[in-house]
């Protein structure tokens, strides 16, 4: 039944992907929505997160795929991705629990999300100390491409075996390919590599003006160039058609060796 129904679910998302119409629309709908800052407009567990929903259920079926221990992620602003990765590790913890015939469920525990940024505010890493994922999350505060904050993370990461990592710090060519190159080595076979906002390749090449990234020098264009060099890694194209709305397209990357 559930094989069926997922073989016709495959065959509208290989049609919708190849749809014109439905593909311009969409295009037109993500232009609209960065004017709109439409992406702040979401909370997770109480803290905004700046994401598109879809990428977070894509996160969330990825984390129900893979169940990684770690998750690596740079780029924090408010924490509601961080909230939204640790609570996904908490549902985690809660199916182990549950599939062990334990009634409690452990609060401590060793999956974990760490999160780096160069900028994390006071009131903001007060109220993700606060929250009750606290004790799944760990922040660093620094460039994420800085030699010392990624032997941190990479010390931190030496004690786990299923590693996912999410890039959405600075946005520009020359540091997602330095992010690319310092965090990918961590991800685990099978895993993935998220790279959000490579949409700003797609987008209208004055929408920006204030910000060092633009079309031609973004996420993106550093996925495209990290690519040509590295076969560990491909594009999960599939996650994109299946989304339309993304801001993601080219940056779902699935690890396909050791
Ligand atoms: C788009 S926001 C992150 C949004 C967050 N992931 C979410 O989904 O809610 C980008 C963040 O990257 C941080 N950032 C900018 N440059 C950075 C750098 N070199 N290293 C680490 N973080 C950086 C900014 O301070 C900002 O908080």
């Known amino acids: ?52 929903p879809q990428d977070m259920v894509a996160m969330q079926e990825l984390i129900w795929s893979i169940k990684p221990d770690l998750i690596v992620e740079t780029g924090i602003a408010h924490g509601g991705s961080l909230i939204l990765n640790a609570s996904m590790l908490a549902l ?54 800085a030699p010392e904050i990624i032997a941190q993370v990479k010390d931190v990461a030496k004690d786990y075996q299923r590693i996912l990592v999410c890039l959405d710090s600075n946005h520009t060519h020359e540091h997602v390919l330095a992010e690319l190159e310092a965090y990918t080595p961590l991800v685990t076979p099978c895993s993935y590599c998220v790279v959000f906002d490579t949409i700003i390749e797609d987008l209208p090449d004055d929408f920006f003006p204030d910000r060092p990234w633009s079309k031609g020098n973004n996420p993106k264009t550093a996925v495209w160039e990290f690519l040509r060099n590295n076969d560990r890694f491909e594009v999960d194209k599939e996650i994109e058609n299946k989304l339309l709305i993304t801001a993601a397209p080219d940056g779902y990357l699935k690890c396909i060796k050791d």
């Not at 016709?8 to 119409?21: L, P, R, T, V």
């Not at 969409?26 to 598109?52: A, C, D, H």
Request: include cysteine.
């Open 1 to 52: 039944m559930y094989k069926n129904f997922r073989k016709e679910c495959n065959e509208y998302i290989k049609k919708q992907s190849e749809n014109s119409e439905f593909n311009s629309c969409t295009n037109r709908w993500v232009n609209l929505s960065y004017q709109f800052k439409y992406m702040y407009n979401y909370e997770v567990l109480g803290r905004p997160i700046i994401q598109y």
């Open 92 to 145: 985690l913890d809660m199916v182990d629990a549950i599939e062990s015939d334990k009634t409690i469920y452990p609060k401590a525990s060793r999956r974990k999300v760490l999160g780096i940024d160069i900028d994390i505010r006071a009131h903001n890493s007060a109220a993700i100390e606060a929250h009750p994922m606290a004790c799944r999350i760990q922040m660093i505060h620094g460039s994420s491409t």
